[in-house]
């Protein structure tokens, strides 16, 4: 019996290795995806290859030395709306992400140390608020306050609250069942300090997984509302809007819907991967499998 223990372990080994592996590439392929994309908004901050405003390029000009991934039907540089694309949409990430954080973990511990009736009622109304697509509550939200990029950080923030205050509920009433919260109480630690202590450490892991998806999310969003002219308004260029912008002259000028297209597609794969790579560290269960 133990010949046969040994040869499965030995067997086994090399699997766990190629799985530790895989999650290692996947973890650091994200990471390279999504830093391209962060590194090209930083360089925006600090250079830009023409103003976002300057209409001095030939019309639909094609990718060359002076405009390398030419201009659009106004004659604007495409490389600089990438580029300050890109700056939009982490920053709209960020902080719907900032947003839905802060607002979720509030409501979620609240409905976690509620009254049985204060519960029902959270969950019910954060049920009702996550039965709506992100999409549609952010449209309604800009409706109202008007198309800002502001208004489309708070629009997606309030709609992805409703998502981490769920999930954060959930977590914190599972660790508000462990032994260890009872000896806790019994030595004299308040509700605060068990918070502090326990609840918020041991829900980190899987909220941070969360919100990196929630991040993704987020960057879809905004594109889809300046796709439907609800998101930043001009000057500023957004991946959403040069798509709806150059959807017209697809067959002609190609470049002006693929690079957004591209850019968008890496950004959200690279912090979907980030979050398997996160995912598998988080949970234990994941990395026995």
Do not use: C
């Not at 509620?114 to 709506?132: G, K, Q, R, Y």
């Not at 890496?266 to 790579?277: E, K, P, Q, S, T």
């Amino acid at each position: 019996m133990s010949d046969i223990a040994t040869q499965d372990a030995a067997a086994a080994a090399p699997r766990k290795a190629r799985t530790r592996r895989g999650r290692r590439a996947v973890l650091v392929i994200g990471s390279v995806l999504a830093a391209s994309i962060v590194l090209l908004a930083l360089v925006s901050l600090f250079w830009l290859p023409y103003e976002q405003a300057d209409t001095s390029g030939t019309r639909l000009e094609s990718p060359n030395a002076t405009h390398w991934l030419g201009t659009d039907k106004l004659g604007r540089d495409l490389m600089t709306q990438l580029m300050v694309g890109a700056r939009i949409a982490l920053t709209v990430g960020a902080g719907s992400v900032a947003i839905a954080a802060v607002l979720g973990l509030v409501l979620g511990l609240v409905a976690a140390f509620a009254w049985p009736w204060l519960d029902d009622t959270l969950s019910a109304a954060l049920d009702v608020v996550i039965a709506f697509p992100v999409l549609l509550l952010a449209m309604l939200v800009v409706a109202v306050q008007g198309a800002s990029l502001w208004s489309a950080i708070l629009a997606i923030g309030l709609a992805q609250s409703a998502v981490v205050a769920r999930l954060v509920r959930i977590l914190a009433r599972r660790v508000l069942g462990e032994q260890y919260i009872t000896a806790s109480r019994t030595s004299g630690t308040r509700w605060p300090g068990v918070v502090g202590a326990h609840i918020l450490p041991n829900i980190a892991p899987m909220l941070g997984v969360n919100l990196a998806l929630q991040f993704g999310i987020a960057v879809l969003a905004e594109a889809s509302l300046s796709y439907l002219g609800l998101g930043a308004p001009p000057p500023n260029a957004s991946w959403g809007r040069m798509l709806q912008e150059a959807q017209g002259t697809v067959l002609t000028a190609p470049v002006g819907a693929i690079a957004p297209g591209i850019a968008l597609v890496v950004l959200v794969l690279g912090v979907n991967f980030i979050a398997d790579g996160l995912r598998d560290v988080a949970d234990p269960t994941r990395r026995r499998r």
